[in-house]
């Protein structure tokens, strides 16, 4: 069904395909079928603009979220929801408002801050699809992101550029430094404390580049230590 529906859209909706994929999602209580419907939206709306918006109404939207915001669901499933919800707002406005408007930035900042409980050794799949979904839901649509922003969006970010895992720092600075390219957005940057250490935002991002520059064996005067493989640092193992 998921490689017809990518190459028949137009017919996957004559036979009202999409009100049929959505009632099953909301009636559906085994995991693994869930899964695959969620997949097969996925793979849906990136076939077709139309499917997008289809997809993207109100009652979709709630269906997505209604996933998303089960906490008593499996990983694999809510983690399909945010890679569902994120292609859905993905350049797409209207979307963008129907998840504002079905309460999805709520249950967006609390995924956050359930992300800041996690083994900060360990890289996780489902942290790098809710940073996406940030990107595309809400850094897209500036009143999506005055809403985040205010709702404490921002701070949760900053808690995990600090507590998270050390591969999740790249996608996370990036994004940070798409949402502080709009300057209504300094403030919370400006505020912002940390809670373990009480440094703030610029403190810890000095930290970090100096950590960078240790590990890089970067000396004090600026030079690089080893010249001939720069990337590779001192090769002394800490």
């Known amino acids: 069904m998921t490689t017809l529906v990518s ?23 085994d995991h693994d079928l869930l899964v695959s419907a969620l997949i097969l939206i996925q793979s849906a709306v990136s076939a077709s603009r139309d499917l997008q918006s289809d997809f993207g109404s109100d009652e979709g939207m709630r269906a997505v979220l209604m996933c998303l915001s089960n906490t008593a669901s499996p990983e694999d ?4 929801a945010v890679l569902v919800a994120s292609q859905l707002c993905r350049g797409h406005e209207a979307n963008q408002r129907r998840f504002a408007n079905q309460r999805g930035l709520p249950f967006l900042i609390s995924d956050l801050e359930r ?11 489902y942290a790098i699809a809710a940073f996406r979904l ?27 550029v600090e507590l998270g ?14 949402i502080f390219e709009r300057r209504e957005t300094h403030r919370f940057f400006h505020e912002w404390r940390s809670s373990v ?10 930290g970090m580049w100096r950590e960078a520059e ?3 064996g970067v000396t004090c005067d600026g030079m690089v230590f080893n010249t001939k493989r720069p990337l590779a640092g001192s090769g002394v193992q800490t």
């Open 165 to 178: 895992n050390t591969c999740h720092k790249p996608t996370l600075l990036s994004l940070l430094s798409d």
């Open 77 to 80: 499933v809510r983690l399909s």
């Open 214 to 216: 240790d590990m890089k």
């Open 7 to 29: 190459r028949c859209p137009s017919n996957f909706v004559s036979c009202n395909g999409v009100s049929a994929v959505l009632r099953f999602i909301q009636d559906c209580w």
């Open 115 to 125: 992300l800041k409980s996690l083994d900060p050794t360990l890289p996780s799949p």
């Open 197 to 206: 250490s009480g440094q703030t935002a610029s403190e810890m991002l000095i």
């Open 134 to 160: 940030v990107w595309e839901a809400v850094v897209a649509n500036p009143r999506n992101l005055a809403r985040f922003s205010m709702a404490g969006g921002i701070d949760s970010l900053l808690d995990l």
